[in-house]
Structures are given as structure tokens and as C-alpha cells.
């Protein structure tokens, strides 16, 4: 039993019966971060915020929602945009916070893969940073769905019906995910407790797995350079901090952590005062019609890469249907990054600028998702479906055979 003694104050109380002292040590203020970091090491910290924003909008938002196809759309539109006394600012808060955290996602997935973070003993961090992506694709998608607009709805048939290719279940599937022979009420149900229930207390959960995969290899940094953070650890608390190649997350990092925070939060409220629209579609603002298809289907730009891919192939190969070929690419291209640690298959850790034939597939990977992109949104017709036909091979390409081999070749020259 805990030896109990009368406390001095009431951090002492607390910290006797729940170690809160040492608890902020392991967490915060003994926790090392290399000093060779800049800018891109804070996207973690900014995802945090964005999903935090995101829980307390939908939560706001929740209030007055009606998860019913014949209610959602004017429960949207309606009551939130019109009656609820600054309901415009929360749909907007959640709507453009929904967009721009993918874009932290790439761009923190992408500076994973420049520096190398997903190499010696970071396997665990990259996989789960990765499943965090996958989570949060779903709980977008399933938040697309819940205005019940025209690409709400269309959307949601499109995507649901790719369950159909699978072998001898297919049809039964769709029918289970949609509830129902057709996308409607029982669908937006099953969307709406997924978006606003499951999928969030799987994020949450996935988030902390996440950080607990730091502890052991910790961060990487500007250089991949091998830090001991042991014994780079004691000299910074023996007070040798100018030699130390580490500071503590709190308050050394986590102090300019809060600097970018606040810059980017200037920039994020730019967006949601001003130029919110781009993060809802305007047929989006039709209600959903069952008899009335779009003229040009397409899902929100953070997806449009891998939709581009799903739609790439467009022609039979053998006895496998475009369809199939084009469901299966897109699978893959889902999941395809989770892989990284393989398809690297060189023990070089360090920045891609170093590393030359790595910096030229980087780039290269870049450009083709840039393209698949730009493409996703317009109609694949004539030479815009040839483009998304090379473009898709090329990425898979890039990731399964260029990778593999430039990486071997590296890691044989040095030997």
C-alpha cells in the first residue's frame, strides 16, 4: 500500500494518490525531442486542434441535426444556417476544418516519407499514422453523406455499390451497408451513427496508440541522425542544454508548437470567415433526388486522386471488367501507403535530398498525385481518360516496382 502522509498542498495531495508529477514527467517535461526539427514537426499538434475543433462543432451541430432523409437537408440548410443563432459559424467551423485537415494529413504523411520517419524502429508510428487515415476517411465520407444533398446522396451510391464487386457476397453486402435495396433513410441512420458515434471513439483511441508509438524511438529529425536520447537526456538536466541535441517536450517544443498553432489558426479562420464555399459543393446545396442523377459525379478534393484512380481503368483486361480492375486499384491505392516500410527496402535514413534517386520518386510521386487530382474532377471523356489511365498506372508503378529497385541499388552501393 502507497505510504500516505499529510500533504503541503494540493498538487502533494494528488500526486500521493495518482503520481501526477510523475505523470508530467513521462508525458511532458521529460519527454525528448530532437533540437534539429523545424515548422513540419508541428502538424502533429495542428491535427490535434483541427480534430478537437471538428468534435466540438459536430457536438454544437448535433443539437439540432435530424438524421432523417425526409428532415436532414432542411435541418442543415434550414435550421442550423438560418434560425440557429450562429449555427453558420459552426457548420462552417466544421466544414472547413473537415477539408484542411487532410491537407495537414498529406502534408505530414509526405514529410514522413521525405525524411524517412517510417524506418528503423518507426514501423509502429507510420502503420498507426497511417490506420488514422484510413479512420479518417470513413468518418469524412460519412459526414458527406449527413446534409443529404444531391452529391450527398450520389456519392453515397456510388461508393457503396463498390462493395458489389466483391466475389459472391457483393450484392449482399451493399444491401446490409445501405440497409436497404437502395441508398435512403436506413442508410443516412447507419452513416449518422457511425460519423457521430463509432468512428470518432475509434479515432480517439487509434490517436492515442499513435502518440504512445513515439515514446520508444521518438521523433525523427531534419538530418535522420541516431540521437541516444538517454545520454543526450542527462546532460540537458545536468544543465548542459547548449550540447544537448534534445530539449523537453514541455516546455521547449511544445512553446513554439503553440506559435504555429496560433499562425495557422489566423489562416483557418481566413478560410472559414471568407472563403468557406470551397469546402461545400454547390449541388450539395440541392436536396438529395433519388430520379435526378448529377451531370458529373465526383467526391471532395482530398479523395479525388484515389476516385480518379477507381475510374482510370477503363477498359476490359481479359476476363477481369474495368470495373473491377478500377475497384481493386482503388483499394489498394487506399491502403498503399501503409506499406512504405517494405517497398523501401534501404537501411539509409535521411532527408530525400540526400538520397537521389529517392528525391526523384518523391517528386515524381508528388506530381502524378497532383494530376490524378486536377483530373479527378473532370469528366472522363477522351484524352482526359487516357491521363487517368497513365496517371493511375503510374502510381502504382512508382510505389511497387520504381521504389523497390532505386532503394535496393542504395542500399548495395553502400555496403
Known amino acids: 500500500m502507497a505510504h ?9 495531495w494528488f500526486d500521493q494518490r495518482i503520481a501526477v508529477t510523475k505523470l508530467w514527467n513521462i508525458l511532458a517535461a521529460q519527454y525528448w525531442i530532437p533540437k534539429n526539427i523545424n515548422f513540419l514537426w508541428a502538424m502533429g499538434v495542428v491535427l490535434t486542434v483541427l480534430f478537437t475543433l471538428l468534435f466540438i462543432s ?17 435541418s442543415v440548410n434550414y435550421t442550423i444556417m438560418k434560425e440557429v443563432e450562429y449555427g453558420w459559424l459552426w457548420r462552417h467551423i466544421h466544414a472547413v476544418a473537415a477539408s484542411v485537415i487532410f491537407l495537414i494529413i498529406y502534408i505530414h504523411a509526405f514529410v514522413g516519407i521525405y525524411y524517412g520517419s517510417y524506418k528503423k524502429g518507426r514501423e509502429i508510428i507510420w502503420i498507426s499514422g497511417m490506420l488514422l487515415f484510413l479512420i479518417f476517411s470513413a468518418e469524412a465520407f460519412s459526414g458527406y453523406m449527413l ?21 459472391f457476397i457483393g450484392d449482399a453486402l451493399v444491401e446490409w451497408i445501405r440497409g ?55 546532460k540537458y538536466l545536468k544543465g548542459d542544454t547548449v550540447n ?22 489566423i489562416f483557418f479562420f481566413y478560410l472559414v470567415s471568407f472563403h468557406f464555399n470551397f469546402a461545400m459543393d454547390p449541388i450539395n446545396f440541392d436536396p438529395a433526388n433519388a430520379a435526378k442523377t448529377p451531370t458529373h459525379i465526383y467526391p471532395e478534393w482530398y479523395f479525388l486522386w484515389q476516385y480518379e484512380i477507381l475510374r482510370g481503368f ?9 470495373a473491377d480492375i478500377g475497384a481493386l486499384a482503388m483499394a489498394f491505392a487506399g491502403i ?14 535521411a532527408p530525400a535530398h540526400k538520397r537521389k534517386g529517392f528525391f526523384i520518386w518523391f517528386w515524381l510521386l508528388i506530381i502524378d498525385l ?12 477522351g484524352f482526359n481518360a487516357w491521363i487517368g489511365f497513365f496517371s493511375s498506372v503510374g502510381f502504382l508503378v512508382l510505389l511497387l516496382v520504381v521504389l523497390p529497385i532505386i532503394t535496393i541499388k542504395e542500399r548495395k552501393a553502400n555496403k
Open 4 to 12: 500516505i502522509t499529510k500533504a503541503t498542498s494540493i498538487r502533494d
Open 58 to 74: 459536430g457536438l454544437l451541430l448535433l443539437m439540432y441535426y435530424k438524421p432523417d432523409a425526409n428532415l436532414a437537408f432542411d
Open 147 to 167: 446534409p443529404w444533398g444531391q452529391m450527398s446522396y450520389w456519392a453515397a451510391q456510388v461508393i457503396t455499390q463498390l462493395f458489389g464487386g466483391i466475389p
Open 180 to 234: 436497404d435495396y437502395a441508398v435512403s433513410d436506413p442508410t443516412l441512420t447507419r452513416f449518422f451513427m457511425l460519423h457521430v458515434c463509432l468512428l470518432p471513439i475509434v479515432i480517439i483511441m487509434v490517436i492515442g496508440v499513435h502518440f504512445y508509438t513515439l515514446r520508444i524511438p521518438h521523433v525523427n529529425n531534419l538530418e535522420g541522425e541516431e540521437i541516444d536520447f538517454e545520454l543526450e537526456a542527462e
Open 244 to 265: 544537448s541535441k534534445v530539449i523537453p517536450f514541455w516546455p521547449g517544443f511544445l512553446s513554439k508548437d503553440f506559435f504555429y498553432v496560433s499562425l495557422f489558426m
Open 314 to 322: 477503363f477498359f476490359d483486361i481479359g476476363p477481369l471488367k474495368a
Open 336 to 349: 498503399s501507403l501503409f506499406f512504405m516500410p517494405l517497398y523501401d527496402r534501404s537501411d539509409v535514413v
Open 370 to 381: 497532383i494530376i490524378l487530382t486536377v483530373y479527378g474532377k473532370l469528366p472522363p471523356t
